[in-house]
């Protein structure tokens, strides 16, 4: 017999009085407020941060930065706006003495988005608090996101050399190489392409021949302003910029083999220069990669993420080095026990550890590790996703957002054991609104792997009264469900429905064995766990109607989707977003081939019954369950031709469909799509379970 177990989530992360009027409806979004890019001032006095609201007549979000100030490391007043409302505004960061803010804001003609603000007084009191006007600057050859040396002195940067300088009409339209001609280049307005990576999702509408692309390197300019010094001449990219601690050494990440379309090993670098330039020196080698390089504090250690190949568990490592940043010695890895994933690594100030952020299950924390190896321990806790962690200089103050299933993300700030809430955006409209908590459900399937999920019942539930369930499926497949806030939840338990959220095999935060146990097996392994699940929450809550029982999620989750509802008859109707339908088709068009290559051992052509047998256009003919297809016009990622394929099958088959398609919006219109569309999408994801499995009480779908 499967083990059910039920618990409820009670973290109450503010009190907020019981004023519940409604459940969440689509066009509550437009009242939402984001907070994020958490940036912590060094001293701890303040936090700059980036609120994002929805202006929904422009249909558009506006960022600006904004301030909280601190005293002993806790919240002391309100939290202010400290750039202007009529500019956009985001990526703040600290000089490392405190007294500069700056950030990226495009400003009229000016071809410069990097501004600098001066914040002055004792406790770092910005002059915009008192009404003055806040002075802004550029610092001449500072034209990228900077990353400050210790001492302030000096600001490395990374960028393309021609950045800022306007491309030729259409260049890189035609690849260098092409081989075929025209009779008069200015009447053709089309691509000739000869790079497999022409395109990329959430970029339009294509990308240029890479050939005609420059690199990013990486340049430093003094402090007080100069000309930049341009460091490398390198035919790759340079990103992960760190300073050593004295200033004389700077390392930064490539790979050698970016260009390489045909290359499928993990080939990226680690690489050190000295401040005044040279000749860089790889400090690494293949195979497997290393990235995110990280110096101690005395300079004498660096710790770096270490990954052997795709899908092999990546390892924090620590080597001690020279002066000039050469590893000495064989690097260690300091939690071998570690099973899960991790990122954000940063040295604690006294340099006997190492912090990062991590998924477990369905939690997100901070945690902390020695720099000698042992086990990792967790620094925050709670059900709930913690992220965007900023840590002040002495490392005693610790600011991130935090968010759970029943509040969008807000400020926090941590010092010791002592954790403050530093704002509440969304508390005032939140008041009026009836939000279900979730319920921690959990299940063993027949291998006696044990499963996580969670039901949010509907609003205004009445025990013994009959509802319908509505199973939501996250993407990845590697993703993962958990605690925090997904407003598509609330919106259909307001429209009186249970809904379930599981993290089948195949998620993230349970182990790498449990991650990558679909191997080859997409659909058929995890398809035990999705109802297996169902049958749970049945279990748990008998008023769900066994015969009004949805399904629905977006890109692995609409895969999935229409997996389920082809090669199983336990759903009533269906909303399949960003979808795939047939890999064999969506290999040709996506900009991600490389994610089948890996997980289905080869390609179509290699293992052509395989991608034939887990794609559901093969078992098409099963579907009984009405379905509303959403799809992105300029989604790269899982292209409109899977889309259109579900439709027009479904369609010859007399099974009620509908197809929903999104001008101007990528793979994520659930996410950051145009407002007005992204409301759109969630008012007919809601309405079409209602009309479905609500007012017709699955009496139309057992006709059809």
Do not use: C
């Amino acid at each position: 017999m499967r083990r059910i177990t039920l618990s409820l989530i009670a973290i109450v992360l503010s009190a907020t009085p019981v004023l519940a009027q409604r459940g969440l409806q689509s066009t509550d979004f437009y009242k939402e407020i984001g907070v994020g890019d958490v940036a912590l001032s060094p001293d701890a006095s303040l936090v700059a941060f980036t609120v994002t609201t929805i202006v929904e007549e422009k249909n558009k979000r506006h960022r600006e930065i904004w301030l909280q100030r601190l005293t002993d490391g806790q919240p002391d007043g309100q939290p202010f706006r400290f750039t202007s409302p009529r500019q956009e505004s985001t990526g703040p960061t600290w000089s490392p003495d405190g007294s500069l803010l700056s950030f990226s804001s495009q400003r009229g003609e000016d071809d410069n988005s990097i501004w600098f603000v001066r914040v002055a007084g004792p406790g770092g009191e910005a002059r915009a608090r008192r009404g003055r006007p806040v002075r802004r600057q550029h610092i001449k050859g500072v034209n990228a996101q900077p990353i400050w040396s210790p001492d302030g002195q000096w600001i490395a940067f990374t960028r393309a050399p021609n950045d800022g300088v306007k491309a030729a009409l259409r260049e890189g339209w035609i690849a260098p190489n092409a081989i075929s001609n025209t009779v008069d280049a200015g009447r053709f307005d089309g691509r000739v392409i000869t790079s497999m990576r022409y395109k990329r999702d959430g970029t339009l509408p294509f990308l240029p021949d890479p050939a005609t692309r420059d690199k990013r390197q990486l340049f430093v300019v003094p402090a007080e302003g100069g000309e930049a010094m341009q460091l490398t001449d390198l035919p790759f990219d340079v990103g992960g910029v760190v300073w050593s601690p004295d200033e004389e050494t700077i390392l930064f990440t490539g790979n050698e083999r970016q260009d390489d379309e045909y290359n499928e090993e993990q080939t990226g670098d680690i690489y050190s220069i000295s401040r005044g330039g040279g000749t860089p020196r790889r400090l690494t080698g293949n195979p497997g990669s290393e990235s995110n390089p990280s110096f101690s504090p005395d300079g004498k250690w660096i710790a770096f993420t270490y990954t052997a190949e795709r899908g092999a568990l990546s390892e924090l490592r620590v080597v001690a080095v020279a002066s000039n940043g050469e590893f000495q010695g064989e690097s260690i890895n300091v939690m071998p026990e570690w099973d899960l994933g991790f990122g954000g690594v940063h040295w604690t100030p006294n340099g006997s550890a190492l912090r990062f952020n991590a998924g477990v299950g369905g939690n997100s924390h901070l945690f902390q590790v020695s720099a000698s190896g042992g086990t990792p321990q967790a620094i925050t806790n709670g059900d709930r996703r913690l992220s965007g962690f900023s840590t002040s200089r002495y490392g005693n103050t610790i600011a991130y957002t935090a968010t759970d299933p029943t509040h969008p993300a807000e400020l926090y700030v941590r010092r010791g054991d002592n954790e403050r809430r530093a704002t509440s955006f969304n508390d005032e409209w939140l008041e009026k609104i009836d939000l279900q908590p979730a319920e921690r459900l959990t299940w063993n399937v027949a291998n006696g792997t044990e499963i996580e999920g969670w039901l949010i019942k509907p609003v205004g539930y009445t025990p013994g009264r009959s509802y319908p369930m509505v199973l939501k499926v996250h993407g990845g497949p590697h993703g993962a469900y958990g605690n925090t806030w997904f407003r598509t939840f609330h919106t259909l338990s307001a429209a009186g429905m249970f809904v379930l959220y599981t993290n089948p095999r195949g998620s993230s935060g349970y182990g790498h064995d449990f991650q990558y146990a679909t191997m080859g097996q997409w659909g058929e392994m995890d398809q035990e766990d999705y109802l297996t699940g169902v049958e749970a929450a049945i279990t748990a809550y008998p008023d769900i109607d066994t015969n009004r029982v949805g399904v629905s999620g977006g890109s692995y989750g609409g895969f999935m989707t229409n997996w389920l509802s082809s090669t199983t008859d336990r759903f009533a109707a269906a909303v399949t977003s960003r979808s795939i339908t047939n890999w064999e088709s969506w290999y040709g068009t996506s900009d991600a081939q490389g994610l089948t290559e890996y997980e289905f051992s080869g390609t179509p052509w290699e293992q052509r019954e395989l991608y034939r047998r887990l794609s559901p256009i093969s078992y098409v003919e099963n579907v009984t369950a009405p379905t509303l297809i959403i799809h992105s016009e300029q989604d790269w990622r899982t292209p409109m031709p899977d889309g259109e394929q579900w439709f027009m099958a479904l369609k010859k088959l007399g099974v009620p469909v509908e197809f929903a398609r999104y001008p101007r919006s990528s793979h994520g219109l659930s996410r950051g799509g145009e407002p007005w569309l992204l409301v759109d999408r969630l008012e007919r994801l809601t309405s079409w379970f209602a009309y479905w499995l609500v007012e017709n009480g699955g009496n139309e779908v057992a006709s059809n």
